[in-house]
């Protein structure tokens, strides 16, 4: 905050299907659990107050990620609660989020398929290269990255 950096605040009740692992060879046949989400209008001003200055929207986490993206499948960022069982694939349009700071998942994890739809799969492939040979911790209690949005070439 000391640094001008703004935050703004959402919740998603995380539910055990997003640490489980997919279990079906067709990632279209996998079923997200529903989880309950809550993105403020607050929350949504401050992000469209920071996309018109140019700055970038950080999300702290993939639940944050998750919970903005699903306010804003519309096409725009809108204030509101309700139930998401969004399930971000590679081929996913992000909508608001431009960096990510996250832990390194699991293999076959809804999180890994997530980081690589936000940051392309290649990009991703590399990255779990080196935290393997450089021997970072995974999981929730491991290291973290800061990832930017993959754009359209």
């Not at 700055?55 to 998401?84: F, H, M, P």
């Amino acid at each position: 905050k000391a640094k001008g950096v703004e935050f703004a605040e959402v919740t998603l009740h995380v539910g055990a299907g997003t640490f489980q692992p997919v279990r079906v060879d067709n990632i279209a046949e996998h079923k997200m659990h529903s989880e309950w989400f809550d993105v403020p209008a607050d929350t949504v001003a401050k992000i469209a107050a920071a996309k018109q200055r140019g700055s970038k929207v950080w999300s702290v986490g993939t639940t944050s990620l998750r919970a903005i993206e699903s306010a804003a499948r519309s096409g725009s960022l809108k204030a509101g609660q309700g139930d998401t069982d969004i399930f971000i694939t590679p081929g996913f349009q992000f909508q608001v989020i431009d960096r990510l700071i996250t832990n390194f998942h699991l293999p076959k994890s809804t999180l890994l398929m997530l980081v690589s739809a936000f940051s392309g799969c290649d990009k991703i492939r590399a990255v779990y290269r080196h935290a393997v040979a450089q021997e970072y911790r995974f999981f929730s209690y491991g290291d973290a990255m800061i990832l930017g949005r993959e754009t359209a070439a």
